[in-house]
């Protein structure tokens, strides 16, 4: 008898303790702070889009006429698919063949990012890293001259970045794509002058790119071209897509052109040589829509299996800004809105933000007898991608028109940032402290810093004088996420409104470090942002 009472005192023991435990934030098993990756919300988001097409078409083929492109290529690239494509003109003027979305155009120095992301995989499979001297895996960079005694040794990083320090060097780099090994190897030794110390600026190099060509070879034990097919065309199927013009079938490839004396010149092919890896690939918009596909595909962050030629980790690397290079801010000539846009180089990739797009990543590419561009963004999903064969076709100007297009169609919109769910009952506890103030709710839901920094005392009367203004509040149900952590709400009264915040603290599990209350009309999400007039 008195062994089952002790059992019986027991379990109403347990019992008591999963209770509390279950009622109370400070149990010992902390609540999940993980967050479901951010997601479009607009069921309707890929139809709006695609209202803006005929007009991006019409935009492209009026570009093409006035600036005299023989023939063109683009498409929009939207969640991993070449969701629209569209063609003008001619890729072979003598024979009148007709461009089109498998048409092969050189890319110049686009495929500066297929040099960067080879590094990448080189480096995740410990061949290398970044910041190792350039000159262990390319010798003849030994015996340079450095500008100055304290300049360091270049690093492959900096060579990624464009600051290794090397001068500008366009249109010189273009015309040494056929170069052999035997020739950039001499022109390294012979010595190459410095415009800065190596990573202390953006200046961007062709020769800086050649050389992580050669690094590529050195460090992986094969030809830079066969590398790259391997392990990342392959993998990608990127079919159409070489370093060697020669390989591209007659009937597919883009005879390149310049705009002279009225009439179309031929641009004589350049061969696939040394610098080959700062401007050499070729490629169709069928093709490069799976490559751009796989950089829109890192974001968001989230557990999944790894699918891509390198880690999403490591796209997302090449996305992010490395060198910065000098703010722009110019005014409109026809509507006067200012304009501003700041960012740099990444890693074979340049990124910016405007008034409009925080994250913008972005190559073009330029030779005698094309132009190029590649641009995409990755809170949203959408991408467009333009080839010319045309003399360094400037396709910036209608490719930005193209992104205010599918804006003003109303699809354009970055995918919601989600609460962790320890927000989500944050808010809902803050949400009743402000309905009814409780000292044991506010307790449990507060870090160490929030009553330290006002009593509870003074947030209780506070409250108080709000609700004598505009009654008793009930939360909105549109709760707006800044982060996973962090949020704002709208509380509606009797007679007005009430806006909440919080944030919670870096600690296990997370509690309120701040929540404020105050009285005023809700604030809208940020969505798009916009410069001063």
Same mark, same amino acid.
């Given at each position: 008898m008195k062994a089952n009472m002790r059992m019986l005192a027991t379990m109403i023991a347990v019992a008591a303790l999963t209770s509390v435990s279950a009622q109370t934030p400070h149990a010992t098993e902390s609540p999940s702070f993980k967050a479901p990756p951010p997601r479009f919300t607009d069921p309707d988001r890929r139809a709006k889009l695609a209202t803006a097409f005929p007009d991006i078409d019409r935009a492209m083929q009026e570009f093409v006429t006035r600036i005299h492109v023989p023939g063109a290529a683009w498409g929009i690239v939207v969640d991993g698919e070449l969701a629209h494509a569209g063609a003008a003109g001619f890729r072979d003027v003598a024979s009148k063949s007709p461009a089109d979305e498998n048409t092969v155009f050189r890319i110049a120095s686009m495929t500066k990012s297929f040099t960067a992301m080879s590094i990448l995989k080189l480096r995740d499979d410990g061949k290398l890293a970044l910041d190792d001297p350039a000159e262990r895996y390319v010798p003849e960079l030994k015996s340079l001259q450095y500008p100055t005694s304290d300049a360091p040794r270049i690093t492959i990083r900096h060579l990624l970045s464009h600051s290794e320090g090397f001068p500008e060097d366009n249109p010189w780099g273009d015309r040494q794509l056929a170069d052999t090994d035997d020739q950039m190897s001499a022109m390294m030794r012979a010595g190459i002058p410095f415009a800065n110390a190596p990573g202390l600026a953006y200046e961007y190099s062709n020769y800086g790119f050649?050389?992580?060509?050669?690094?590529?070879?050195?460090?992986?034990?094969?030809?830079?071209?066969?590398? &790259?097919?391997?392990?990342?065309?392959?993998?990608?199927?990127?079919?159409?897509?070489?370093?060697?013009?020669?390989?591209?079938?007659?009937?597919?490839?883009?005879?390149?052109?310049?705009?002279?004396?009225?009439?179309?010149?031929? +641009?004589?092919?350049?061969?696939?040589?040394?610098?080959?890896?700062?401007?050499?690939?070729?490629?169709?918009?069928?093709?490069?829509?799976?490559?751009?596909?796989?950089?829109?595909?890192?974001?968001?962050?989230?557990?999944?299996?790894?699918?891509?030629?390198?880690?999403?980790?490591?796209?997302?690397?090449?996305?992010?800004?490395?060198?910065?290079? %000098?703010?722009?801010?110019?005014?409109?000539?026809?509507?006067?809105?200012?304009?501003?846009n700041s960012g740099g180089y990444a890693f074979g990739l340049s990124v910016s933000q405007n008034c409009t797009f925080r994250h913008i990543v972005?190559?073009?590419?330029?030779?005698?007898?094309?132009?190029?561009?590649?641009?995409?963004?990755?809170?949203?999903?959408?991408?467009?991608?333009?080839?010319? %064969?045309?003399?360094?076709?400037?396709?910036?100007?209608?490719?930005?028109?193209?992104?205010?297009?599918?804006?003003?169609?109303?699809?354009?919109?970055?995918?919601?940032?989600?609460?962790?769910?320890?927000?989500?009952?944050?808010?809902?506890?803050?949400?009743?402290?402000?309905?009814?103030?409780?000292?044991?709710?506010?307790?449990?839901?507060?870090?160490?810093?929030?009553?330290?920094?006002?009593?509870?005392?003074?947030?209780?009367? +506070?409250?108080?004088?709000?609700?004598?203004? &505009?009654?008793?509040?009930?939360?909105?149900?549109?709760? %707006?996420?800044?982060?996973?952590?962090?949020?704002r709400w709208t509380m509606t009264c009797e007679r007005g409104t009430l806006q909440a915040a919080i944030t919670l603290a870096p600690t296990m599990p997370p509690r309120v470090q701040l929540f404020g209350v105050r009285e005023g009309p809700p604030v809208e999400p940020a969505r798009t942002r916009s410069c001063p007039q």
């Open positions: 050649a050389i992580l060509g050669r690094i590529v070879s050195r460090a992986s034990g094969m030809p830079y071209a066969d590398y &790259v097919t391997a392990n990342i065309l392959r993998p990608l199927g990127m079919t159409a897509t070489t370093l060697e013009p020669s390989s591209v079938p007659p009937s597919r490839l883009a005879h390149g052109y310049r705009w002279e004396d009225e009439q179309w010149k031929e +641009e004589p092919a350049l061969a696939h040589g040394s610098f080959g890896a700062m401007g050499g690939m070729l490629t169709s918009v069928r093709d490069l829509s799976r490559y751009v596909a796989v950089y829109m595909d890192a974001w968001p962050p989230r557990d999944a299996p790894e699918t891509g030629p390198i880690r999403r980790a490591s796209l997302r690397e090449m996305q992010q800004l490395w060198r910065p290079a %000098n703010a722009l801010v110019t005014r409109d000539s026809g509507t006067g809105v200012l304009q501003l972005a190559h073009s590419g330029g030779l005698p007898g094309f132009g190029s561009v590649m641009r995409w963004l990755p809170e949203y999903g959408v991408g467009i991608i333009a080839f010319g %064969n045309l003399t360094y076709t400037g396709w910036g100007g209608v490719v930005a028109a193209a992104f205010e297009t599918l804006a003003k169609a109303g699809g354009l919109q970055p995918r919601a940032v989600q609460p962790a769910p320890v927000l989500v009952e944050a808010h809902d506890a803050v949400s009743r402290l402000v309905e009814r103030w409780d000292d044991a709710l506010a307790d449990s839901i507060a870090a160490e810093n929030l009553f330290l920094d006002q009593s509870k005392e003074r947030r209780k009367r +506070e409250l108080d004088d709000l609700h004598a203004k &505009v009654g008793a509040c009930k939360p909105d149900p549109v709760f %707006n996420v800044d982060n996973p952590l962090r949020g």
